[in-house]
Every structure is written in structure tokens, then in C-alpha cells.
């Protein structure tokens, strides 16, 4: 039996290698294929022409396969010696020879056993006109092939319809002039289980070529899922000859197909041969086979009998110790509920310690907060108390820095007369807006270096001394001066820390002499010195008029520096007298009067310049 089965599946193998079927086997039964595994449908040979009614089995060119048709034409071109292209003219007279052979061949088989095939008697036989294509240029032909493959393309696209839905489920896009159109690819899932669980649906294809003016319905089939015949994962490995306007159905496991005219010659199995007996006898059973099936009828009675037999005294049982039986279950279900109740009991402990736990610490929260309030509440009273005593002294701060400034003011007052008195600044005599210092001369031009009948060491000698007053002042007002002086007679400097385009500072020092000097360092140590100047009237709320006169700003700077309400105070050794109300004032003399200071020396403007400020210096030290 092994080698017949052996035999057999090697047969089948063998044929479906010669038939170039594949032997993928599908996934799904045919049972549970549904409409949600199919994927796409592809169309492959489309013909727009009727097939005839009759299909044929074998191609009329193949002449050189053994089993081609044998006809007396085809007899008849086979010997001829000389092949010469027909005519549409020419007609070919069957020789009397061959009328004869075929004569001969329907004798020979009347008297064989076989059926004998009757065949058409041709009088006259005639080809086809071949001479369009014997000498025809390329060009022809390439027209010739292009119109023939013309007609055969055409523009297609199909439509899935369900018995339970009117309208269309799916339509695809239109293909345009393919003969083996493929189309997108689609997913039906979006259309729920009323139509994905369903196994039966109807394609319509539409075609329209280029000479019809509308779509015609090509193909409408209808068809069930569980008809398909699977021809493998790919086309790639199925090699047999698909039919005309063939259907592929694309589904998850592979391809189908719904064609029904594929030949598929199974192979011929051997047949067993039946043993030959006598007509009369049939076979029948031997005396010890007929006891052994009475036994085991016995046998099969006795069993049933004592299957009753245990059964009702079980049933007997278990009714005498149903009592008993109740106990035990009503204890073991007791047991169950003690336990089940036990593991509440544990559970409900837990959470009323964490509930406790919780609480404790929320108390202990309130607590920490009902001190903070308590402590909160104490502070904040003790800040009302000490902001009453606070306003209090405020009001009296307040009038004490009133009284200071009040002071401070007098004393810049007094400090600027006496800048004036040192350092006297003069108009000189039908010049505008030309001033001396001291008597030293400093013109007011855009550039002192350029200036006429300008001395270089008169110009230096008042420059320094602007110098020296403007530094005072900067310490006197409490305003710091951005770019720092070094007064030194008329060899003073001035100091640039803000430009960033120098970097040692000896290039950031300017002089304010012009001897020994370059110009350009020089005017700019000037602009400088009026940039502080104007500075310091910027934060008295002056305002300048032109950049470029020094001392008539300086001069207005002084003025208005000394004006104001009040009395002077008096300078004395050892600081100023308080006046009677308490602030600082000019001191008075047993009989009321104001005392005037005495005259020194330095009062006349005469003396030199270093002299004027070491007294300058003692006096405010």
C-alpha cells in the first residue's frame, strides 16, 4: 500500500510540474473567504470582440506539435516543394493524387475497427493574401502593428456591488488604454460587517475605446467567494495561458480566479481490479465470529444491568446521608464565611489605623497653624505699636532733614561766594561773553589753540584753575563727574574711562595744556572739561546755551549757586554757630549784629594760584 501511495503522490507531482500549476496551498477555506480579505481585482487579456461560439482547442499555426490538427490543406502546403506567396486570385485546384489518397484513407478506415472521420471533400482550396506584408516598409508595418494594438487597448475601470446595499460599494479610477489593466488596491472594512462578512458580490467592468463615444458594460459577473480557484501567491509562478477578459481577485492569502475552461488532466490512477468469484456465492461470516458477537452482546447486557444496579445504590446513598452531607456543606460554607469575613475584619482594621494615622497628623497640621496664626497675630500688633511710635518719629526726621538740607544749602552758598571771592571771574571791557579768571584770559572759540592773540601758558594756567573749581564742586554738590580731573596749575590733565577704542592710560589722560601737547589730545581734554561742567548745571536744572564758553558757564553755574533765601552762615574756627531757632546760621555778636569775617589775603584776588588752593583745602579739610 505504501508504494502505491508513494506512486500516487509522485504522479501528482509530477503532473503538476508538467502542467505548471503552482503548489502553493491557500490560507483560507473556501468557507471563509469574505469580502474583508479581498484586496484588489486586476483584469488580464481584455477583448472587446465575441468569442466564438465554439472554443478552440489548438492554434491553427502550430505545425510543428504532434498533435495539431491534420487537414488536407495543411497536408497539401507540407508537400509542396516550393513555397511562393498566394494571391486573392489564384485558386488552388486539389490534384486528382490527393483525391485519391483521401479516398484510400476512408477505406482503411471503414474496415479497422475505428469509427472513421469524415472529412470535407475540398474541390477547390485558397489562401490568404499575404502580399500587403511581403515587401512593405518598416514604417507600414510599425503603422500596421501600432492600429492593430490600438483596437485591442482600451480605457476600463469596474464597480463592487452588494445584494443588500443599492448603491455601488466600491468604484475604482479609470485605467486608460491597458489590455492587462491593474488596479489600486482598496480596503472594504470601512463599510462595516453588514457588507465585510458577506461572500457573494457582483463586478461590473466598463470599456470604452478610442472610436466609441460612450462606455459599454463589458463584464458583469456575479459570484460567490467560495467558487474561486486559488492559482498561487504570485503570477509570477503561475504559467498557464489565462483566459480572454480573465478576472484575478487579489485576496489576503493569494490570488483567485473564477475561470471554468482551464484544461486539468488529472492523472490516471490504477484501478484495482476486482477478485473473480462465482456468480452464485456470496460472501458471508464463520461459526466462531458469530459466537464472539453473541458474547460481546452478553457481555454489553451484563454491563448495562450492572450499570443500573450501582447507580440506584448510589442514588440510595446519598439519600440516607443527605442529613449528614447538609452539616458538612453548612460548616465548610460557615468556614468560607468566617474566613471571608476575617480578611474584611483585617482589611477594615488597616484602614481605620491609616484613617487614625491621617487624622493625627491633620490635628497636629491644625495645631502647627493655630501657633503660626497666634505668633502671626502678635507680630502684627507689635508692628501696629512700633508704626505709631514710627510715624512719630518720622514726622520729626522729616523736619530735621528739612532743617539739614536748609543748612546744607547755606553752606553751598557760603562755599560758592567763597570760590567767587578766590577765584574771581570777570567780563572784560567791551568784549561780550569774554570773562577772565583771575585775570588770566581763556577764549570761548570752538578751539582755545586756534584762537587769536591767545597765550598757550595763560590758556593752560586758566584751565587749570576751571579745572581745580570744577572738582570742587563736584564734592561740594555731592555730583561725581564722569571723566576725573587732576588739577595741576597749568599742567593739569583730565581722564577718559569710558571709550572703549584705548586701552593703556596714559592714552586715556588728556592734557589741558597745549605746549609740548598734540593739538587734537588737547581740544579734546577741553571738551571733556565742559562735558562735567555741563553735567553739574544739568543737575542743578540749568540748562546751557553753547558747550563751548567755558567761564561763562562756569560764572552762571556759581551765580546761581549763591542766590537763594536766608541768612549766611558765619565761618568761624571750629564750624559755624547754630543760629537761635536751631539751624545753622550766620553768627552775631553780643549786640544782635551779624559779625563779619575778616579780610585775609586771599580776599584781594592777587595772590598766586598754589597758594589759593592749599588755603582752599585747610579751610575745607
Known amino acids: 500500500m505504501s508504494s502505491e501511495h508513494g506512486t500516487t503522490n509522485n504522479g501528482l507531482s509530477n503532473f503538476a510540474d508538467v502542467k505548471g500549476l503552482s503548489r502553493d496551498r491557500p490560507w483560507l477555506l473556501p468557507s471563509n473567504r469574505k469580502l474583508r480579505h479581498l484586496q484588489g481585482i486586476s483584469l488580464r487579456n481584455l477583448t472587446l470582440s465575441r468569442q466564438p461560439t465554439k472554443p478552440r482547442g489548438k492554434t491553427i499555426d502550430d505545425e510543428s506539435l504532434p498533435h495539431a490538427l491534420k487537414t488536407p490543406e495543411k497536408a497539401l502546403a507540407q508537400r509542396e516543394k516550393k513555397l511562393e506567396h498566394s494571391r486573392s486570385s489564384s485558386d488552388l485546384k486539389s490534384p486528382p493524387r490527393i483525391i485519391g489518397a483521401l479516398k484510400q484513407e476512408e477505406q482503411e478506415g471503414s474496415e479497422s475497427d475505428l469509427p472513421a472521420v469524415s472529412r470535407p471533400v475540398v474541390g477547390k482550396l485558397r489562401r490568404r493574401s499575404t502580399l500587403n506584408w511581403t515587401n512593405a516598409p518598416p514604417r507600414v508595418r510599425q503603422n500596421k502593428l501600432e492600429d492593430v494594438t490600438r483596437e485591442r487597448m482600451a480605457n476600463t475601470w469596474f464597480s463592487l456591488h452588494c445584494s443588500n446595499v443599492p448603491e455601488p460599494i466600491y468604484v475604482s479610477e479609470v485605467m486608460e488604454k491597458a489590455m492587462n489593466p491593474n488596479f489600486r488596491f482598496f480596503d472594504l472594512n470601512i463599510y462595516g460587517p453588514s457588507v465585510t462578512r458577506l461572500d457573494e458580490l457582483t463586478i461590473k467592468y466598463w470599456a470604452r475605446t478610442e472610436n466609441m463615444h460612450e462606455y459599454i458594460l463589458l463584464i458583469e459577473l456575479g459570484l460567490g467567494l467560495r467558487s474561486l480557484q486559488f492559482i498561487g501567491k504570485s503570477l509570477e509562478s503561475f504559467h498557464h495561458p489565462l483566459p480572454q477578459n480573465c478576472i484575478l481577485f487579489h485576496l489576503s492569502d493569494g490570488i483567485y480566479t473564477s475561470f471554468t475552461d482551464l484544461p486539468l488532466d488529472e492523472p490516471v490512477l490504477a484501478a484495482s481490479k476486482p477478485s473473480k468469484q462465482p456468480p452464485g456465492l456470496q460472501p458471508t461470516s464463520s461459526f466462531n465470529a458469530l459466537m464472539q458477537l453473541s458474547n460481546l452482546d452478553d457481555c454489553i447486557q451484563d454491563a448495562l444491568s450492572t450499570r443500573e444496579k450501582l447507580s440506584s445504590q448510589i442514588s440510595n446513598l446519598l439519600e440516607a446521608q443527605k442529613k449528614s452531607t447538609s452539616t458538612v456543606n453548612a460548616a465548610s ?123 598757550p601758558a595763560v590758556t593752560a594756567a586758566a584751565l587749570g584753575i576751571v579745572a581745580h573749581i570744577t572738582r570742587l564742586l563736584s564734592f561740594y554738590l555731592s555730583s561725581p ?54 553735567l553739574l548745571m544739568g543737575r542743578q536744572g540749568l540748562r546751557m546755551v553753547d558747550q563751548r564758553h567755558t567761564l561763562p558757564n562756569l560764572k552762571y553755574l556759581l551765580t546761581v549757586l549763591t542766590t537763594g533765601k536766608g541768612e549766611l552762615a558765619t565761618r568761624r574756627k571750629g564750624g559755624s554757630k547754630p543760629g537761635e531757632n536751631g539751624s545753622i546760621g550766620e553768627g552775631r555778636g553780643p549786640s544782635g549784629q551779624v559779625e563779619q569775617p575778616e579780610k585775609g589775603p586771599l580776599m584781594n584776588g592777587k595772590q598766586p594760584i598754589q597758594d589759593t588752593s592749599m588755603v582752599v583745602e585747610e579751610e575745607h579739610g
Request: hydrophobic share 35%.
Open 481 to 534: 563727574i564722569p571723566y576725573p580731573l587732576t588739577p595741576h596749575g597749568s599742567t593739569s590733565t583730565i581722564l577718559d574711562p569710558i571709550s572703549t577704542n584705548m586701552q593703556s592710560f596714559a592714552a586715556r589722560t588728556f592734557p589741558l595744556y597745549q605746549k609740548g601737547a598734540v593739538t587734537y589730545r588737547f581740544e579734546y581734554g577741553v571738551f571733556l572739561l565742559n562735558t562735567n561742567i555741563e
Open 333 to 455: 460554607q460557615a468556614e468560607q464565611s468566617l474566613a471571608s469575613t476575617n480578611r474584611a475584619l483585617g482589611t477594615s482594621m488597616k484602614q481605620l489605623k491609616k484613617a487614625k494615622d491621617r487624622r493625627s497628623e491633620l490635628q497636629a497640621s491644625l495645631e502647627a497653624r493655630r501657633a503660626a496664626i497666634a505668633s502671626g497675630n502678635f507680630s502684627q500688633q507689635k508692628a501696629q505699636n512700633h508704626l505709631v511710635s514710627a510715624q512719630v518719629d518720622l514726622c520729626s526726621q522729616k523736619s530735621l532733614s528739612q532743617t539739614a538740607k536748609s543748612a546744607l544749602s547755606g553752606q553751598i552758598r557760603h562755599i560758592c561766594e567763597d570760590l567767587l571771592h578766590i577765584y574771581p571771574i570777570e567780563p572784560l571791557e567791551q568784549k561780550p561773553l569774554l570773562f577772565t579768571i583771575r585775570g588770566l584770559h581763556l577764549p570761548n572759540a570752538a578751539s582755545p589753540s586756534t584762537s587769536q592773540h591767545a597765550d
